[in-house]
């Protein structure tokens, strides 16, 4: 396009560049109100920011259509005015720091207004053929603290430099218990406590109630995780545990955990940095968890089309039993199962498929406290037949006709969820060696408390229905059974439960009644495993306990459920 049709296409351009500068503007306002809901113990400002930054997004990008509309009415539609839109877009963004999410949000625009199929090369931004997955270089806003300084004066550093609005409980005592888990852990790593520098990540990481310093110990070419996880219980921050563990620190970056707070202003480089001492995390998730999920499907999106060019697998029925409401598949060596919504459920399931869209919805709002497997949905992708194995595509094609279909020899999916892929814990414990299946078995009780805490009630308590991940924690993916806690009513069974006689109760049941009794009968497990789970966790099998959940929710308690091993708490004393 040139002269007035070039200027046409630089006011579109302008108008998604404005959109993407209010949506990152927005986004780093309620980011940087976390330090102060961290210093004033604001809790619940904490969820209202969760919520409201979750939604930016998509609110920015129906603005931004809705004004292309009044410019540029059925005009907006032109396949050569976004091809045009696209080269001013480019030359307008070159240079930002947050490139990639500017080109994430203008692929988001475009699709809206022409809900493409697949991919268009022509007016969208295309990353997959070349790339090597990582995220562009950039900047990387780091304290660095030399080794030649002992332990623990590098420690005192760090507390002098990360302190807050409001005072440390125990500066000092902290630092000592920093300094000695720190130098037991590099004599465990390399064998003495010689170090060359550490380095620490500005800006402090924000979730829920905590607080995080996330940085790395490094040596020549080997680096050591370090992460000091902070609490403010009374007016005073403390250190409540140091992670340098890559497992743990992973765990506290888990796809099951809620979105950090964290104001960068070029992530990419966070990103690289993060990657360093988590190189098995996906760069999907590590864009996921700093809040930018958006640009985190792009490129689970770009890396599925990496992996299908590289590789000859086919998708394939996920292991585990199926599923009334979806048809979940995946493929050997991609680490994500992918779920279609059924066009009708099994005869057990009452709920519809708006109500299954909105659980999942729910979760994606809600805090997952390390036991709900992140979402994301995708709509109208495209795949070759041949890529499916037949007994996947044609239950896809009959079970889900009103969301699959077949246009030639491709595939066009128009709504799907992805989530990693964990082991159904029904095939774990049928497989897995009898110590990690005890395990399991009692962090399953962990999870259903964790949940709790949280005001979840997963409605299905069947086993199949959770999953076990590579570090042998237990987690929830089954949401379309998911509740409040405060929605339910929790009942001991009446003493003459059994005496009916007939097929269903002897009692009257109420819609939201649960009889934590019976958990044990339906959760599913052998004998000897129920009676471990039992002795372990007694109380969640009566009412009491989830009663006192409900209660505590409802009078606006925000509990604490710590992303680490409770053996990792410092547990420093109170200062006198």
């Known amino acids: 396009m040139d002269g007035a049709d070039g200027l046409i296409a630089r006011k579109g351009a302008i108008l998604v560049k404005w959109g993407f500068e209010q949506y990152r503007s927005g986004f780093r306002r309620i980011t940087r109100r976390s330090a102060l809901h961290f210093e004033s113990a604001d809790w619940h400002g904490v969820q209202r920011d969760m919520v409201e930054r979750l939604a930016l997004y998509t609110n920015v990008v129906r603005r931004v259509v809705e004004a292309l509309e009044d410019v540029f009415g059925d005009s907006r539609r032109s396949p050569d005015l976004w091809s045009a839109m696209k080269r001013e877009y480019s030359w307008l963004m070159s240079g930002h720091g947050d490139l990639e999410l500017a080109e994430t949000f203008f ?24 790339d090597s997955g990582l995220p562009p270089p950039g900047v990387v806003p780091v304290r660095t603290y030399p080794g030649a300084l002992s332990t623990c004066s590098v420690v005192h550093q760090i507390l002098d430099d990360y302190a807050f609005g409001i005072p440390w409980s125990d500066s000092e005592g902290a630092a000592g218990l920093v300094a000695c888990a720190v130098d037991e852990a590099l004599t465990g790593a390399w064998g003495d ?11 402090v990481f924000y979730r829920n109630k905590g607080a995080y310093v996330v940085g790395r110990v490094v040596r020549g070419e080997r680096f050591l995780p370090l992460v000091l996880a902070l609490v403010n219980p009374d007016g005073r921050v403390e250190v409540d545990a140091v992670l340098l563990d890559e497992d743990e620190v992973s765990i506290v970056f888990s796809f099951t955990r809620s979105y950090f707070h964290v104001d960068v202003e070029a992530p990419a480089g966070i990103v690289r940095f993060l990657k360093s001492i988590l190189p098995r995390k996906p760069v999907a998730e590590l864009y996921v968890t700093l809040g930018y999920n958006k640009h985190g499907k792009t490129e689970l999106y770009r890396d599925l089309l990496r992996h299908l060019e590289r590789s000859g697998d086919r998708f394939e029925t996920a292991r585990g039993e199926k ?32 109500e299954v869209k909105e659980r999942y919805q729910f979760v994606f709002e809600h805090d997952r406290a390390g036991r709900l497997v992140d979402i994301q949905e995708y709509e109208f992708l495209e795949f070759q037949r041949s890529r499916f194995a037949p007994d996947i595509l044609e239950e896809l094609l009959v079970e889900c006709s009103e969301t699959v279909a077949l246009q030639g020899e491709d595939v066009v999916i128009r709504h799907l969820y992805t989530e990693r892929r964990v082991v159904p814990l029904n095939l774990f414990i049928r497989e897995a060696p009898e110590e990690k299946v005890k395990d399991a078995v009692l962090d399953f009780g962990r999870a259903l408390r964790d949940l709790a805490a949280t005001n979840i009630f997963p409605g299905d308590l069947l086993v199949k229905n959770f999953g076990v ?30 005496g009916g006689g007939g097929d269903g109760p002897s009692f009257y049941v109420g819609p939201r009644d649960v009889f934590p009794e019976e958990f044990l009968t339906f959760m599913g ?52």
Not at 193 to 203: K, Y
Not at 535 to 540: E, F, T
Not at 547 to 561: F, P, Q
């Open 193 to 203: 406590t010689a170090f060359d520098f550490v380095e620490l990540l500005e800006p």
């Open 469 to 498: 991940t590579r570090h042998g924690r237990v987690v929830f993916y089954d949401y379309d059974e998911l509740c409040a806690v405060t929605d339910c009513d929790f009942r001991d069974l009446p003493d003459d439960a059994d």
């Open 107 to 130: 692929n988001s625009v475009t699709r809206k207004v022409f809900t493409t199929v697949g991919v268009d090369a022509k007016r969208e931004f295309v990353h997959f053929g070349s």
């Open 323 to 354: 599923g009334m409401v979806m048809v979940v598949f995946t493929m050997p060596g991609y680490d994500v199962v992918f779920k279609v919504i059924r066009d009708r459920f099994g005869p057990t399931k009452t709920v519809t498929r708006s």
């Open 525 to 576: 497990f052998p004998k000897p495993l129920r009676t471990l789970f039992a002795a372990a966790h007694p109380d969640l099998v009566r009412p009491e306990f989830w009663n006192e959940m409900k209660r505590r929710h409802s009078a606006g308690a925000v509990l604490d459920v710590f992303p680490y091993p409770l053996r990792r708490r410092l547990r420093i004393p109170p200062v006198q």
